[in-house]
């Protein structure tokens, strides 16, 4: 079995200052993860995956994520926030087939 | 390179009435389809998935069943809609080779009245 655990259903920031949207996983297995980003009524785009490469991911659009083995985290960071990055986004593991989302973090931008 | 289409984008349907939503992905062969339904403020649930054609897996029990007449062509139906079938409805496809990753389609909005 796996889950996933998105520990803020919304995050608020200044544009300009970071962004960190934490993420929590269990899996019985070595898994695939995966941050995706949403804008209103539209499908899922790729931020970036993690595939037992290296544990640090750069993604698009600025943002990176660090897989954490000991602490089963994959957070997700960017270090200076735009408008454009006000969106929803999700923290997915995979593995066997099979995805499991968290149930996602509403990213605000303030100017 | 590879597309994924959804249609319609945006659809209002009565209680009761039948439902058919349409996937297909051009610029790949024999991928795996899928279809999941996003609830407001919500995570993404798999609804199906399929490994090619004809072959369907329903991940859970519902209203709505899917098909997979042509290998790129995944439909999601119903014979009668809930109001609980509301939703954000998006498909996506990944590589037979590569199932850890998932590429996903603009998404259909599902209102039912």
Known sequence: AQSVTQLDSHVSVSEGTPVLLRCNYSSSYSPSLFWYVQHPNKGLQLLLKYTSAATLVKGINGFEAEFKKSETSFHLTKPSAHMSDAAEYFCVVRNAGKSTFGDGTTLTVKP | ?113
């Open chain 2, 1 to 113: 390179s590879q597309t994924i289409h959804q249609w319609p984008a945006t659809l209002v349907q009565p209680v009761g009435s039948p439902l058919s939503l349409e996937c297909t992905v051009e610029g790949t062969s024999n991928p795996n389809l899928y279809w999941y339904r996003q609830a407001a403020g919500r995570g993404l649930q798999l609804l199906f998935y399929s490994v090619g054609i004809g072959q369907i897996s329903s991940e859970v029990p519902q209203n709505l069943s899917a098909s997979r007449p042509q290998d790129r062509q995944f439909i999601l139906s119903s014979k009668k809609l809930l109001l609980s079938d509301s939703g954000f409805y998006l498909c996506a496809w990944s590589a037979q080779g590569n199932p850890r990753e998932q590429f996903f389609g603009p998404g259909t909005r599902l209102t039912v009245l």
